[in-house]
Nanobody
Framework: QVQLAESGGGLVQTGGSLTLSCKAS????????VGWFRKVTGKEREFVAGTGWNDGQTYYTDSVKGRFTLSRDNAGDTVYLQMNSLKPEDTAVYSC?????????????????WGQGTQVTVSS
């Protein structure tokens, strides 16, 4: 059974940084597409960052480009989201997700496995 567990959320001031971690059990990230999404109450889930397996590229939503960085560890069971220059509009519950395939997609419905989410709050 595949399980994803996020950590690293918290409260930070505008301009601060956080690093989110997502550890997988039951399946490694390095053979499947992986994504980070965020959700604000009352709004649709939003794609933040993602990468396909072995495609050499990482994709970001426009609002986080240049500020957020997705990476994986060498063992392939943990992905990270480094978030710099945080803004109040980045406040959300952030979740990692694992696709059942290898190709990148920013469509949350295509992802099969989800973590429980971690709250990120950016104060102004």
């Amino acid at each position: 059974q595949v399980q994803l567990a996020e950590s690293g959320g918290g409260l930070v001031q505008t301009g601060g940084s956080l690093t989110l971690s997502c550890k997988a059990s039951g399946r490694a990230f390095n053979a499947y597409a992986v994504g980070w999404f965020r959700k604000v109450t009352g709004k649709e889930r939003e794609f933040v960052a993602g990468t396909g397996w072995n495609d050499g590229q990482t994709y970001y939503t426009d609002s986080v480009k240049g500020r957020f960085t997705l990476s994986r560890d060498n063992a392939g069971d943990t992905v990270y989201l480094q978030m710099n220059s945080l803004k109040p509009e980045d406040t959300a519950v952030y979740s990692c997700a694992l696709d059942s395939g290898q190709l990148f997609t920013n469509t949350p419905e295509k992802y099969l496995y989800w973590g429980q989410g971690t709250q990120v709050t950016v104060s102004s």
